[in-house]
């Protein structure tokens, strides 16, 4: 087996596993969730990334609402462990519908910022959060390049240094970029619960508070698995420049399952350049 492919870990289980049983999905998900939809250039977009079932109709929703460049940053959160604060998969990355590679002078650029970013295949062996967006990217745009990060629950402090490591390799990069974080909401609380506290994360996430969402889930115990991610993602932006944050959906899964004692919540957002604002003072 190569050791330079990162093979599928949810292919058949997150989503359909056979490539054209795939991409029917995803062409009826695009036309559901967005049939007139006009994308334009954007900074960042916050995506779900559970199984296509539950969140697949607004990660088509969210991602029909921008260009995708040929670099494309994912920042997820780990579900089984890392040693480091965040690892780079440096691996050709395989889905049913193809290979993707990684932007290799992006990530060997990024890691020489910062050595809280290391090269750790074994982190993403296993993870879904990075792997559930590569077929909606190559749907959009067949010769996309990654660059896949896995993070950890850290101090937002530690968060700072990574952003400004990224914010500095975006500028270095030649051509576009769009960062996707990858992130559902609460988790297996009532549907009641679960809105509740989203509502407060997203409020802080919207108004692009990067130290706010990161107090806030931290406060509530709020069980956003990427809240991390996506700490590090509005850090990020806000280095390159001013920018706005656009709600596209929020959903849970009871809407597909019935269940809604239980549920895990869903958000896509969409991020893009803003202007700076003008103060009285300097108006007059």
Known sequence: MPENIRFPAVAGTFYPGEAEHLRKTLAGFFLAAAPDAKPKQALAVMC???GYIYSGALAAATFAQVEI???V???GPTHHGLAAPVAVSLSTWRTPLADTLVDAG???SLMAKSPLIIH?????RREHCLEVQLPFLHYLRGDVAIVPLLVSAIPFQLCREIATALAAAIREAAGETLIVASTDMSHYLSRRQAARLDTLALERVLALDPPGLHQTCVANRISMCGFVAVTIVMLTMLELGPATATLVGYTDSGAASGDIERVVGYAGVVFREGKIPVSASSAA
């Open 48 to 50: 779900p990334h559970a």
């Open 69 to 71: 460049p040929k670099r």
């Open 73 to 75: 940053i994912l920042v």
């Open 120 to 124: 750790d295949e074994a982190g993403h």
């Open 106 to 108: 992006f990530l060997e």
